[in-house]
């Protein structure tokens, strides 16, 4: 079946403007991850969601960044005045249901989209 | 806090010769999951495997292992006779086993470069 998809693949945007980015997840999936990639590191985590609210946004790291999923299936990272700085692969993963109690549940990720910021 | 260090940047090796990549971590949780993935040229994250901390037994899956020490808190992971598809990113990561988030810790990867 379908992957994580992620779109745009790449985006460039200049300093100061506004981007979304999408994440549509595996069919069903209800837990969704958004982590971040800068450039020689590690991903980070951003936020997730359980269905259609956001758990846990601690990794979001100003006012500048939102996400939502309004349906509990598709989701938008949001930034607003970008900046260099938030140059980076934005990963998403989408997991069947939560993690939790000492049950996994395997955590799939897209292909990212590549944010460059001029 | 949780945090895992990956002390190799970058290793480079000669196809067929063995490579370990190091992983140590730190958490204060006693129930725990530790992974390893893969990131090629292209980008995607590739899992390649998910170990519980309450189980120590060393892995095999062909030409990977992976030794998982708790006294030590490493997560080594040995690729034998390697090849050049082998050469990747390799990211050792972490993860609460009971929280509800069940973020993943990542490490700051270590290159692999394996040459002809």
């Known amino acids: 079946g379908a992957g994580v998809s992620q779109t745009p693949s790449n985006k460039v945007t200049e300093k100061g403007k506004y981007v979304e980015l999408r994440c549509d997840p595996i069919?069903?999936?209800?837990?969704l991850y958004w982590y971040r990639q800068s450039l020689g590191q590690g991903p980070e985590f951003l936020i997730y969601?359980?269905?259609?609210?956001?758990?846990?946004d601690s990794g979001l790291p100003n006012d500048r960044f939102f996400a939502v999923r309004p349906e509990g299936s598709v989701s938008t990272l949001k930034i607003q005045r970008t900046e260099r700085g938030d140059s980076a692969v934005y990963l998403c993963?989408?997991?069947?249901?939560?993690?939790?109690?000492?049950?996994?549940?395997?955590?799939?990720f897209g292909p990212g989209t590549r944010l460059t910021v001029l | 806090a949780q945090k895992v260090t990956q002390a190799q940047t970058e290793i480079s090796v000669v196809e067929k010769e063995d490579v370990t990549l190091d992983c140590v971590y730190e958490?204060?949780?006693?129930?725990?999951?530790l992974f390893w993935y893969k990131q090629p040229p292209s980008g995607e994250l590739v899992f390649l495997i998910r170990?519980?901390?309450?189980?120590?037994q060393n892995e095999i899956s062909g030409r990977y292992s992976w030794n998982f020490q708790k006294s030590t808190s490493s997560f080594n992971f040995t690729i034998t006779a390697s090849q050049v598809v082998d050469s990747a990113v390799y990211f050792c990561?972490?993860?609460?086993?009971?929280?509800?988030?069940?973020?993943?810790?990542f490490g700051s990867g270590t290159r692999l470069s394996i040459r002809p």
């Open positions: 993963a989408s997991s069947p249901e939560t993690s939790w109690g000492g049950r996994w549940n395997e955590q799939f």
């Open positions: 069919s069903g999936h209800t837990a």
């Open positions: 969601f359980q269905g259609t609210g956001a758990a846990d």
């Open positions: 958490t204060r949780d006693t129930t725990y999951y």
């Open positions: 170990r519980n901390s309450f189980d120590e």
């Open positions: 990561a972490l993860s609460d086993a009971y929280s509800s988030a069940s973020k993943i810790i």
